[in-house]
């Protein structure tokens, strides 16, 4: 289907972005602050890299933003219709290009851009045909490292929560992890070891003096059960709603995931909101 707009008709301007040398501390509190998923990386006003809270997340104990960024990441170009952008984003499973223009960063396009576009037009066919059914949940007393550990190892940035009867209760995405981190800093020891030519009396007496203390920041969850930091599920759909209607709902409520129920409202699927732009594409 063409819509006949370009990535400048739907990109945001006003980019959040961030330079090098820099600290993660800066863009942690830059993606808390501007409620954004991502920010680019500037140097010389040219596009370098990007942060994700994705990178936040695998990598916990990265102080630097030219270590913790992705370089060189894949763009858009002002002038390249929105359909083009789609499927660049569908192809290599990221939510944002940063838009470029001679090297210059002039805008970033994301897929709630996209899907307020479609949330303009008439699709009628049935957002059951864009449900991933296979689904990672997790018990809403469920502590909420764990929660994250669970998301690192399926590969995915939302799951559901459910009560101990198994009904939806919220949903918890890689957004609410951020949000709920925080920095801390510990002092930790690392001894030493001997070598097998030591005599055991000799390193036991000098055990204490060769300990190496050193200091650590890592970006930490509290311990708190994952009703603390869901979202609470107070929106689903079903398998016969129309794709712009779903559409219409998650842009206006700024939502990446949309609950599939069966007439019963026990949870059936996911929608998410990239697997919307086929539809376009």
Same mark, same amino acid.
């Given at each position: ?5 370009? %990535?400048? !008709? %739907? ?17 942690? @509190? ?16 040219? =596009?370098?890299?990007?942060? *994700? ?11 630097? *933003? ?22 660049? =984003? ?6 944002? /290009?940063? %838009?470029?223009?001679?090297?210059? =960063? ?11 576009? &479609?949330?303009? /037009? ?12 296979? &689904? ?25 929560? /459910? ?5 939806? %209760? ?26 097998? !030519?030591?005599?055991?009396? *000799?390193?036991?007496?000098?055990? @204490? ?28 759909? =079903? ?18 995931? /949309? ?20 539809? &376009?594409?």
């Amino acid at each position: 289907m063409m819509i006949g707009m370009s %990535v400048e !008709d %739907v990109m945001t301007r006003d980019v959040v972005y961030t330079t090098i040398p820099g600290s993660r501390n800066k863009v942690l @509190d830059l993606l808390k602050e501007k409620h954004v998923s991502a920010v680019p990386v500037v140097k010389d006003e040219s =596009l370098i890299g990007i942060v *994700t809270r994705s990178n936040f997340l695998e990598n916990p104990e990265e102080e630097q *933003t030219a270590l913790l960024m992705t370089r060189d990441p894949i763009t858009a170009r002002p002038y390249e219709t929105i359909e083009t952008a789609a499927m660049r =984003l569908i192809h290599n499973e990221i939510r944002r /290009l940063p %838009v470029v223009d001679g090297g210059e =960063l002039v805008g970033i396009v994301t897929v709630s851009d996209i899907i307020g576009a &479609i949330a303009n /037009l008439r699709i009628e066919e049935p957002i059951g045909r864009y449900v991933d059914t296979f &689904i990672v949940s997790v018990w809403e007393e469920t502590p909420l490292p764990l929660v994250g550990r669970i998301m690192e190892l399926a590969g995915v940035k939302v799951v559901p929560v /459910l009560d101990s009867t198994g009904n939806l %209760v919220g949903i918890i995405s890689d957004k609410d992890l951020i949000q709920s981190s925080t920095i801390v800093d510990t002092i930790e020891k690392s001894d030493m070891s001997a070598g097998s !030519d030591e005599d055991a009396w *000799t390193w036991e007496s000098m055990r @204490d003096t060769m300990s190496l203390y050193y200091s650590v920041s890592r970006v930490e969850l509290p311990d708190v059960p994952a009703k603390e930091a869901m979202k609470n599920n107070d929106l689903s759909v =079903l398998h016969t709603t129309p794709l712009s209607e779903c559409a219409r709902t998650m842009h206006r409520r700024g939502l990446r995931h /949309l609950p599939l129920v069966k007439s019963n409202q026990q949870l059936k699927g996911l929608v998410e909101d990239i697997d919307m732009l086929k539809a &376009i594409v």
